[in-house]
């Protein structure tokens, strides 16, 4: 059974050797591009991904992941990432196990003894951490991108350890580090019947409940979280920096309200823009609502009742976005003051010149006779002590 699928063999020369993944100052642009579209078979897929290359379930347009608008043609696998991993990081900065699968317990899934046509580690696996991708062969191909990334998810949610956040279509994937990595090989797939079984639940479900748009918790967490990634809270406005610095706040629940939506917003600029974040964004939300509340959002479910007021969640910009008069450049230019490295590594020539146009313009500070007014009793500039103002600094702006 041949299954489409896309390989991208141009990231190979990108890896870093230890990690097997493209790491900060890399050629991300290389992870972007050069998808090939193929239709084989687990075997050959299993060889290609033993090389180091690329793996995509989707033939895409162009054979590239556009940041804001991937053309996915059709998909012809389902790929499950097990990460074991929680959300968040330690109080040292490092990413925390959630140790809930092995390769071993995998084998044992009756959805893996029926179907799964490959397996294999992914560059991040350890002994100590167990990382792995499971692939699941389709033997009809899926056209609809929304009912893909449904079925991606109720496939998932049955597998403990998956990264949810690896559910989104079109993601794409690293292949493994060595031959060694290859776990296992099949006749195995996801029959038709599964397929169109699912296809007739998918569309008799309203349209809130098909995943067409995501709820709060989950859009928070739609992000790929990376050591390197920008901190995200450095990004945020002043005011909500102060909600989570603990300042008092007027109207509790509005607080809360105005920094989950300013932490959305971010989400959303970061991840149309294939950025990622060194922490996940859920935590600052869950720490702005303990900033202001003193008791953790787990206890009473206040937390989930307030941010389920937030409607429209895909839409919401930052703030800067929304007030600033060159729009999303105003966001590349606060990327840049934060985390120049982040900004140089994924934006593109066109926006570093967009922000070149947005500088001011220098102006000639020095005074002439044309300045003042012939009166000698009034002048159109002054110099008195009450029209002079003190500059506002960086950390004093809003």
């Avoid at 009809?140 to 990264?163: C, E, L, M, N, T």
Wanted: include cysteine.
């Amino acid at each position: 059974m041949k299954f489409s699928c896309s390989i991208n063999e141009k990231v190979v020369s990108a890896l870093d050797k230890n990690s097997g993944k493209i790491e900060a100052g890399g050629n991300f642009a290389a992870f972007n591009t050069g998808w090939k579209s193929e239709n084989i078979n687990a075997e050959q897929i299993a060889n290609q991904v033993a090389q180091r290359k690329g793996l995509c379930a989707w033939h895409l347009v162009d054979g590239k992941r556009e940041k804001n608008s991937t053309d996915p043609i059709v998909a012809g696998l389902i790929i499950i990432d097990i990460d074991n991993q929680a959300d968040g990081k330690d109080q040292d900065g490092n990413k925390i196990q959630k140790q809930e699968l092995t390769w071993e317990q995998a084998k044992e899934l009756e959805v893996c003894k029926k179907y799964l046509s490959l397996a294999y580690n992914s560059p991040s696996n350890t002994n100590g951490w167990p990382r792995f991708r499971l692939v699941f062969g389709l033997e009809k191909d899926i056209i609809d991108a929304d009912f893909y990334q449904w079925f991606v998810r109720a496939i998932a949610k049955d597998i403990p350890g998956s990264d949810k956040r690896a559910t989104t279509a079109v993601n794409l994937f690293y292949g493994a580090k060595t031959g060694k990595d290859i776990l296992c090989i099949t006749d195995k797939f996801i029959p038709v019947s599964k397929i169109e079984e699912a296809q007739k639940v998918y569309a008799a479900l309203p349209a809130e409940d098909k995943g067409e748009k995501f709820n709060v918790t989950e859009a928070l967490s739609n992000i790929n979280i990376e050591d390197q990634g920008v901190e995200i809270r450095s990004l945020l406005s002043r005011s909500v920096k102060d909600i989570l610095d603990g300042k008092p706040v007027d109207d509790r629940s509005a607080a809360v309200t105005r920094a989950v939506k300013e932490i959305l917003g971010w989400v959303n600029w970061l991840r149309a823009k294939d950025i990622a974040s060194c922490v996940s964004p859920l935590t600052v939300a869950h720490n702005a609502f303990y900033a202001v509340y003193d008791y953790p959002p787990e206890v009473d479910g206040k937390f989930t009742r307030i941010v389920e007021s937030i409607r429209d969640v895909e839409a919401i910009q930052p703030s800067i976005v929304m007030a600033s008069e060159h729009d999303e450049v105003a966001a590349w230019k606060r990327l840049k003051a934060i985390d120049l490295n982040v900004f140089n590594n994924v934006a593109t020539e066109e926006v570093k010149e967009s922000i070149k146009k947005t500088k001011p313009q220098p102006k000639n500070s020095i005074l002439n006779f044309e300045d003042f007014s012939v009166d000698t009793q009034t002048t159109t500039k002054t110099t008195t002590t009450e029209s002079m103002t003190t500059p506002t600094t960086p950390g004093s702006a809003s």
